[in-house]
């Protein structure tokens, strides 16, 4: 099938649209096809390997917990496209931007990229937005996960707070990182967002979200994809990683982690 011919296959309805808007977030069944999610799940499992990498003090990686033991587990790569050519596409590929694009009502560009294991007994993450009031930061920021391994409730999938978005940022206007309180969705139901392999749901920066430990006994891989529109900052994606990464260096040593480097 002809690249034209799969972004006219995807794209999306009115009613998504009106949907995603009215309720913070939509789901795109079988966006990507099995070889495309098998070769994302090759990938995956070659990059699992590089011990090299997965080092406390490089910043490209994130830790969780074992909701049981403790243990420190190695969760996600922040960012991933760089490191490998098949998932760089997926990142950008046009049945992908333009949906996004739909979403926004203009071209959408690549602004963040991750690569989230979610081994089994992982804690998972508390009440957020993913905005952050800095300066630079695009108010249009918006995620697209792609399930890699199916997503539910036993593997802790991503639940979203129905039209939460609406009230905007909830957090002060600090610049730092911010859990939400339990009011701010008191009262809503969440949405479990339960993805089969290939399935995409993209929901925005201000949708309140959270995840539950994986309970399962398999991992729960999400290739975690975030966008900005084109009048919101253009290509800035390299532009933020820069800023990210002097950012996280200086957290990281304020609890005394001062050897950190990214590789």
Same mark, same amino acid.
């Given at each position: +099938?002809?690249?034209?011919?799969?972004?006219?296959? =995807? #794209?999306?309805? #009115?009613?998504?649209?009106?949907?995603?808007?009215?309720?913070?977030?939509?789901?795109?069944?079988?966006?990507?096809?099995?070889?495309?999610?098998?070769?994302?799940? +090759?990938?995956?499992?070659?990059?699992?390997?590089?011990?090299?990498?997965?080092?406390?003090?490089?910043? #490209?990686?994130?830790?969780?917990?074992?909701?049981?033991?403790?243990?420190?587990? *190695?969760?996600?790569?922040?960012?991933?496209?760089?490191?490998?050519?098949?998932?760089?596409?997926?990142?950008?590929?046009?049945?992908?931007?333009?949906?996004?694009? @739909?979403?926004?009502? @203009?071209?959408?560009?690549? *602004?963040?990229?991750?690569?989230?294991?979610?081994?089994?007994?992982?804690?998972?993450?508390?009440?957020?937005?993913?905005?952050?009031?800095?300066?630079? $930061?695009?108010?249009?920021?918006?995620?697209?996960?792609?399930?890699?391994?199916?997503?539910?409730?036993?593997?802790?999938?991503?639940?979203?707070?129905?039209?939460?978005?609406?009230?905007?940022?909830?957090?002060? +206007?600090?610049?730092? $990182? !911010?859990? /939400?309180?339990?009011?701010?969705?008191?009262?809503? @139901?969440?949405?479990?967002?339960?993805?089969?392999?290939?399935?995409?749901?993209? *929901?925005?920066?201000?949708?309140?979200?959270?995840?539950?430990?994986?309970? =399962?006994? =398999?991992?729960?891989?999400? /290739?975690?994809?975030?966008?900005?529109?084109?009048?919101?900052?253009?290509?800035?994606?390299?532009?933020?990683?820069?800023? $990210? !990464?002097?950012?996280?260096?200086?957290?990281?040593?304020?609890?005394?982690?001062?050897?950190?480097?990214?590789?």
């Amino acid at each position: +099938m002809s690249i034209s011919a799969l972004i006219e296959s =995807s #794209r999306l309805s #009115r009613e998504q649209v009106r949907f995603y808007r009215d309720e913070g977030y939509v789901i795109l069944r079988g966006l990507f096809h099995p070889a495309e999610i098998a070769v994302a799940s +090759m990938e995956a499992d070659r990059l699992l390997d590089r011990a090299d990498l997965k080092v406390t003090p490089n910043i #490209r990686c994130r830790w969780q917990n074992h909701t049981q033991t403790g243990e420190c587990l *190695f969760e996600t790569f922040d960012p991933v496209i760089d490191l490998s050519p098949p998932l760089a596409d997926l990142a950008r590929d046009p049945r992908l931007l333009g949906a996004v694009g @739909e979403l926004y009502g @203009e071209p959408a560009h690549l *602004f963040k990229d991750k690569l989230i294991f979610k081994p089994p007994g992982a804690k998972g993450h508390d009440l957020h937005q993913d905005y952050i009031s800095w300066p630079s $930061f695009p108010t249009s920021f918006a995620t697209a996960a792609i399930a890699i391994d199916p997503c539910d409730r036993d593997n802790g999938c991503t639940e979203v707070y129905p039209r939460v978005h609406r009230r905007g940022y909830l957090s002060p +206007m600090d610049g730092d $990182f !911010h859990p /939400l309180a339990e009011q701010h969705v008191e009262g809503i @139901e969440p949405v479990p967002l339960i993805l089969e392999p290939g399935d995409v749901a993209i *929901f925005g920066g201000y949708a309140p979200h959270r995840s539950a430990p994986n309970r =399962s006994a =398999s991992w729960r891989r999400l /290739l975690y994809l975030s966008y900005n529109a084109d009048s919101d900052g253009g290509d800035q994606r390299d532009a933020h990683y820069a800023e $990210f !990464h002097t950012w996280l260096k200086v957290k990281y040593a304020q609890y005394g982690k001062t050897e950190t480097f990214f590789q």
